[in-house]
């Protein structure tokens, strides 16, 4: 069956653009996570959407990023002026909901993004 | 802070070899446990999810133990194959967090014919 998709797979732009990242979640899946993994680094949490409650925005590091979920499915995230030091790969994850703590979590390729 | 650390960084060994990863943590409440596992340039994929009152759980030649007390978690893996090279990430999920997990920084295993 389908998994998580993600595009672009790499994204190469130029500081002070903007992107938009796409994830495409598990058809039935509730919950929506993206996170951020750099060079060297684990894996840091930016934002989790469950159904239609407020997302939690808790990890975003700065005002520069958002993120949307439309229709309770694909979700964008938006990284305005970029910066170098957000050269990471961008994984995001769904599951069939978030409220259960043992819930599984199933990631996506991730998006390669470097910022020259 | 939360904090889950990992050892080691690195490993290179053998094939048909075991190996054996810790990890460390100090999340607290505790909910659960996570080992996953990373082929380069892919997404992290599930091995084992381990709760307060699970101490071991196996997942073909993977087996992940967790002592709640010590809060100390291991993955031992059992006549490594080629294929077992990637990174392999301990995950842990606080009990009252809502939605936020702890990554661990990861453990390179690279298995050598």
């Known amino acids: 069956g389908a998994g998580v998709s993600q595009s672009p797979s790499n994204k190469v732009t130029e500081k002070g653009k903007d992107v938009e990242l796409r994830c495409d979640p598990i058809?039935?899946?509730?919950?929506l996570y993206w996170y951020r993994q750099s060079l060297g680094q684990g894996l840091e949490f930016l934002i989790y959407?469950?159904?239609?409650?407020?997302?939690?925005k808790s990890g975003l590091p700065s005002d520069r990023f958002s993120a949307e979920r439309t229709g309770g499915s694909v979700s964008t995230l938006t990284i305005q002026r970029t910066q170098q030091e957000d050269s990471a790969v961008y994984l995001c994850?769904?599951?069939?909901?978030?409220?259960?703590?043992?819930?599984?979590?199933?990631f996506g390729p991730g998006t390669r993004l470097t910022v020259t | 802070k939360n904090q889950v650390e990992q050892s080691p960084q690195s490993l290179i060994i053998l094939e048909g070899k075991n190996c054996t990863l810790q990890?460390?943590?100090?999340?607290?409440?505790?909910?659960?446990l996570r080992w996953y596992k990373q082929d380069t340039g892919r997404g992290p994929v599930s091995l084992t999810i381990m709760t307060f009152s699970e101490n071991t759980k196996s997942n073909g030649r993977y087996t992940a133990t967790l002592d709640a007390d010590t809060k100390q978690s291991s993955l031992h893996i059992t006549a490594s194959q080629l294929s077992d090279s990637a990174s392999y990430i301990c995950v842990v999920r606080e009990n009252n967090a809502g939605n936020m997990l702890t990554f661990g920084g990861g453990t390179r295993l690279m298995v050598k014919p």
């Open positions: 994850a769904s599951s069939l909901d978030g409220t259960s703590g043992v819930r599984e979590q199933y």
């Open positions: 990890c460390n943590y100090t999340v607290s409440p505790f909910s659960n």
């Open positions: 058809s039935g899946h509730t919950a």
């Open positions: 959407f469950q159904g239609n409650s407020a997302p939690d």
